[in-house]
T-cell receptor
Framework: ETGVTQSPTHLIKTRGQQVTLRCSSQ?????VSWYQQALGQGPQFIFQ???????GRGNFPPRFSGLQFPNYSSELNVNALELDDSALYLC?????????FGPGTRLLVL | DAKTTQPTSMDCAEGRAANLPCNHS???????VYWYRQIHSQGPQYIIH???NNETNEMASLIITEDRKSSTLILPHATLRDTAVYYC??????????FGSGTKLNVKP
């Protein structure tokens, strides 16, 4: 059974650019959640997708958007990157309540 | 928005039990307590969860007080590989995990 995978592992962008991060959920899981983790802090909930529909959102601006595809994989898009967007972005998949996390994508905005 | 309180850091000797406390005094009747850990900024790893009863699996035991206002995660025989940040989470909503700052557990030889 394949776990949650994320791509790319690392990414460097400049302020104002746009970025797309990808997540493949664990087999059979229909829900994907995204988190942002700044250095030294706990993960912060961005949003969740359930069967291709947004199913909850944290306190993040609209320039953070997402998609979930029919195979339940997901994308996180961030427009107009800011320096404070530099963080580890985590994806978690679930079928019930328990979430299983991927290794994360580390984004650096210069 | 974190609804849990954990000590910032704890030390434990290798081979001894590590007991990590968590306070969740405002927990409601249908909220679960979850524990995750994160090693070296890898993705958080699920450890265990519970509602009312104590739980045990191959990784750890979870002890929840009768009033459900606090819990303790027990690693029975800590190893150096258990050094990590441990997060106690109360599920506020079915679809939102709120992580606090966690407890940095240092397992020492």
């Amino acid at each position: 059974e394949t776990g949650v995978t994320q791509s790319p592992t690392h990414l460097i962008k400049t302020r104002g650019q746009q970025v797309t991060l990808r997540c493949s959920s664990q087999s059979g899981h229909n829900t994907v959640s995204w988190y942002q983790q700044a250095l030294g802090q706990g993960p912060q909930f961005i949003f969740q997708y359930y069967r291709e529909e947004e199913n909850g959102r944290g306190n993040f601006p609209p320039r953070f958007s997402g998609l979930q595809f029919p195979n339940y994989s997901s994308e996180l898009n961030v427009n107009a990157l800011e320096l404070d967007d530099s963080a580890l972005y985590l994806c978690a998949s679930s079928l019930g309540r328990t979430q299983y996390f991927g290794p994360g994508t580390r984004l650096l905005v210069l | 928005d974190a609804k849990t309180t954990q000590p910032t850091s704890m030390d434990c000797a290798e081979g001894r039990a590590a007991n990590l406390p968590c306070n969740h005094s405002t927990i409601s009747g249908n909220e679960y307590v979850y524990w995750y850990r994160q090693i070296h900024s890898q993705g958080p790893q699920y450890i265990i969860h519970g509602l009312k009863n104590n739980e045990t699996n191959e990784m750890a035991s979870l002890i929840i007080t009768e009033d459900r206002k606090s819990s303790t995660l027990i690693l029975p025989h800590a190893t150096l590989r258990d050094t990590a940040v441990y997060y106690c989470i109360v599920i506020y909503n079915f679809n939102k995990f709120y992580f606090g700052s966690g407890t940095k557990l240092n397992v020492k030889p």
